[in-house]
Nanobody, 124 residues
């Protein structure tokens, strides 16, 4: 089994920055693509960012392009989401996810494993 544990969420003011981390178990982390998704109150879960196993491919939702950056350190079994210029509409529970194919993907059903989520709240 693969376990994913997010950290780094919290309360920040609009315009601020926050870095989320997701620590993964498993011998094959380096072959997994990783994704970030979020779910705001009353809304469906939406795609945020994804990164391929090699870090050569990244995808971002239009709403976060230029503000968020995802990266990974395979030696540490960790993926990151650096968030800057945060807006109140970024408020959500953020989830990391892993898929075994290694290819970055925007579709949540393509992911095999999910973390527990971490709350990000951006005040106006």
């Amino acid at each position: 089994q693969v376990q994913l544990v997010e950290s780094g969420g919290g309360l920040v003011q609009a315009g601020g920055s926050l870095r989320l981390s997701c620590a993964a178990s498993g011998r094959t982390f380096g072959s997994y693509a990783m994704g970030w998704f979020r779910q705001a109150p009353g809304k469906e879960r939406e795609f945020v960012a994804s990164i391929s196993w090699s870090s050569l491919t990244t995808y971002y939702a239009d709403s976060v392009k230029g503000r968020f950056t995802t990266s990974r350190d395979n030696a540490k079994n960790t993926v990151y989401l650096q968030m800057s210029s945060l807006k109140p509409e970024d408020t959500a529970v953020y989830y990391c996810a892993a898929r075994s194919s290694g290819m970055a993907n925007r579709a949540s059903p393509s992911y095999d494993y999910w973390g527990q989520g971490t709350q990000v709240t951006v005040s106006s």
